[in-house]
C-alpha cells in the first residue's frame, strides 16, 4: 500500500492530486478546512481507504498531533509514505503596510508554520519505517522572485525552499531518512490566480502581467498541473535537488 497525507486537498491543484492518487494499491489521508464529497465517492467506487480530517492549519499543532498518532499503527501495512504539503493562502493584496497583522499571520501560519510542524510530526512518526519515504512541499516560483504587494506569500514559499534544504541536509545522515523536496508546481488557473487577476491595480504593480497569464493561456488547469507534479513526485531522481520545478529536464 502507498500511503498519501495531502493538505489542502478540498479544492484547486490539491482536489486534483487527491483524485489522481485516488487509485488501487494507494491510500489518501486529506487535511483541509472543509472537506470534499466528490473525492469520497470516488474513493467509495475504487475501493481506496480514504479519510478526510477538518482542521483550519492556522492552527496546525492539534492536527500534527493527531498525524503523529495515526500514522503508527499505518506502518506495518504501508510500502511507502508520502506527505504533500499543499496547503497555502494568500493575504490581501496590498503593500505590507497596508495588510492587518491577522493576515499576515495567518499567511505564514498556513504557508510555514503547518508545513514544518506536520513534516516534525510525520518524520517522528516514520523514523524507523524502512519503506521509501518522501515529503514534497508546494513551493511557488514567487518564493524564488519577489513580488510587491505579496510579501506574506513570498515569504512563506522562500522559507518553505529553505526549511526543505535545511530538512535535506538532516535526512541525509539518517539511515531511513526521506527524500524531500520543494517543488514549484507551474503557474495555474486556480482561486488564487482570480484574486490577484481580480486585484486593484493600484495596490498590486504586477496586476496586468497575471491577467496576461491568462488572457494568453499560459495557465495549467488543476488536473494538468497535478499530474506534472505526480510525475515529478515518481520520478528516480526525486530528492536529488531538494528545491525544485517541474519544469526542470
Known amino acids: 500500500m502507498?500511503?498519501?497525507?495531502?493538505?489542502?486537498?478540498?479544492?484547486?491543484?490539491?482536489?486534483?492530486?487527491?483524485?489522481?492518487?485516488?487509485?488501487?494499491?494507494?491510500?489518501?489521508l486529506c487535511i483541509s478546512r472543509q472537506t470534499n464529497?466528490?473525492?469520497?465517492?470516488?474513493?467509495?467506487?475504487?475501493?481506496v481507504p480514504f479519510a478526510q480530517w477538518r482542521f483550519d492549519l492556522q492552527d496546525a499543532a492539534q492536527a500534527a498531533t493527531e498525524l503523529q498518532a495515526w500514522l503508527k499503527p499505518q506502518l506495518a501495512k504501508a510500502d511507502s509514505i508520502t506527505l504533500?504539503?499543499?496547503?497555502g493562502i494568500i493575504p490581501l493584496i496590498?503593500?505590507?503596510s497596508e495588510?492587518?497583522?491577522?493576515?499576515?499571520?495567518?499567511a505564514l501560519r498556513v504557508g510555514i508554520e503547518a508545513p514544518m510542524l506536520l513534516t516534525a510530526a510525520f518524520l517522528k512518526?516514520?523514523?524507523?519505517?524502512?519503506?521509501?519515504k518522501k515529503v514534497l512541499n508546494i513551493s511557488s516560483g514567487l518564493g524564488r522572485r519577489a513580488m510587491a504587494s505579496q510579501a506574506g506569500y513570498c515569504a512563506a514559499k522562500a522559507a518553505m525552499d529553505?526549511?526543505?534544504?535545511?530538512?535535506?541536509?538532516?535526512e541525509a545522515l539518517k539511515p531511513h531518512g526521506a527524500k524531500v523536496c520543494s517543488l514549484a508546481p507551474g503557474v495555474i488557473d486556480t482561486d488564487m490566480q482570480v484574486q490577484l487577476r481580480g486585484a486593484?491595480?493600484?495596490?498590486?504593480?504586477?496586476?496586468?502581467?497575471?491577467?496576461?497569464l491568462k488572457s494568453g493561456g499560459k495557465l495549467d488547469t488543476p488536473a494538468a498541473a497535478a499530474a506534472k507534479v505526480i510525475a515529478y513526485l515518481h520520478r528516480a531522481d526525486f530528492g536529488a535537488n531538494p528545491v525544485g520545478d517541474v519544469r526542470d529536464a
Open 162 to 170: 529553505h526549511f526543505t534544504r535545511c530538512l535535506a541536509l538532516e
Open 84 to 87: 504533500i504539503n499543499n496547503a
Open 99 to 106: 495588510v492587518p497583522a491577522a493576515e499576515i499571520a495567518k
Open 2 to 28: 502507498n500511503l498519501y497525507i495531502i493538505t489542502g486537498a478540498s479544492r484547486g491543484m490539491g482536489a486534483a492530486l487527491a483524485q489522481q492518487l485516488i487509485l488501487p494499491g494507494n491510500s489518501l
Open 125 to 132: 512518526a516514520t523514523a524507523h519505517f524502512s519503506g521509501a
Open 37 to 47: 464529497a466528490d473525492l469520497a465517492n470516488l474513493a467509495e467506487q475504487q475501493q
Open 200 to 212: 486593484d491595480a493600484k495596490a498590486f504593480p504586477d496586476r496586468e502581467a497575471f491577467v496576461q
Open 94 to 96: 496590498a503593500p505590507l
